[in-house]
């Protein structure tokens, strides 16, 4: 059974940025792929960005050139280096393998 937790949330100001990092345990971790969903209150979850076991990624496109995606297998964690935050991107951001979500970080850009 995988685990999956997410650190590195918290409050920067519009411009700013952070990274998330989403720590797996499990085995399985190199055969699948992980992506990042956030989420608002009222909202349903959006899917920010995925990468593949390959290494291939995708991004929804709203983050498209701010936000990148990035897998160390060695380590098996994934990261989302967030650039250039704006309000709007401000959530609570989760990590999902296959049917594992993990428990979520907040992010809140503001000045």
């Known amino acids: 059974q995988v685990q999956l937790v997410e650190s590195g949330g918290g409050l920067v100001q519009p411009g700013g940025s952070l990274r998330l990092s989403c720590a797996a345990s499990?085995?399985?971790?190199?055969?699948?792929?992980v992506s990042w969903y956030r989420q608002t209150p009222g909202k349903e979850r959006e899917l920010v960005a995925s990468?593949?076991?390959?290494?291939?990624?995708n991004y929804a496109d709203s983050v498209k050139g701010r936000f990148t995606i990035s897998r160390d297998n060695a380590k098996t964690t994934v990261y989302l280096q967030m650039n250039s935050l704006k309000p709007e991107d401000t959530a609570v951001y989760y990590c999902?393998?296959?049917?594992?979500w993990g428990q979520g970080t907040q992010v809140t850009v503001s000045s």
């Open positions: 499990g085995s399985i971790f190199t055969i699948y792929s």
């Open positions: 999902r393998l296959a049917r594992t």
């Open positions: 990468i593949t076991s390959g290494g291939s990624t």
